[in-house]
Nanobody
Framework: QVQLVESGGGLAQPGGSLRLSCTASESFFRVYGWGWYRQAPLKQRELVAIMTSGGNTNYTDSVKGRFTISRDITENTLYLQMNSLKSEDTAVYYC???????????????WGQGTQVTVSS
């Protein structure tokens, strides 16, 4: 079973920074994309940032210019650098990977357990 372990969440002040990490338990035959979602209380889960296998990135408008998604393929790790944090960034953040685990596997999404980010003074 693929495991994605997230870390780096916590409490930050408005204007502060946090870096989230998401480490996969193994390497895969093919990764089609990585990303981060978030879910605030009483709200639907929303896409924050995605990265394709080719390294192209896209961000939701509210985080453009403040958040950066990146990856370390050798470490099987995805990152989300969050700068200039705002109270509305408070949410549980989830990483996901769209992949094919082995050459004979079907394409599937896998999700991390979520990490809480709270932005408050």
């Amino acid at each position: 079973q693929v495991q994605l372990v997230e870390s780096g969440g916590g409490l930050a002040q408005p204007g502060g920074s946090l870096r989230l990490s998401c480490t996969a338990s193994e390497s895969f035959f093919r990764v089609y994309g990585w990303g981060w979602y978030r879910q605030a209380p009483l709200k639907q889960r929303e896409l924050v940032a995605i990265m394709t296998s080719g390294g192209n990135t896209n961000y939701t408008d509210s985080v453009k210019g403040r958040f950066t998604i990146s990856r370390d393929i050798t470490e099987n790790t995805l990152y989300l650098q969050m700068n200039s944090l705002k109270s509305e960034d408070t949410a549980v953040y989830y990483c996901y990977i769209d992949l094919r685990r082995r050459s004979y596997s079907t394409r599937s999404d896998y999700w991390g357990q979520g990490t809480q980010v709270t932005v408050s003074s």
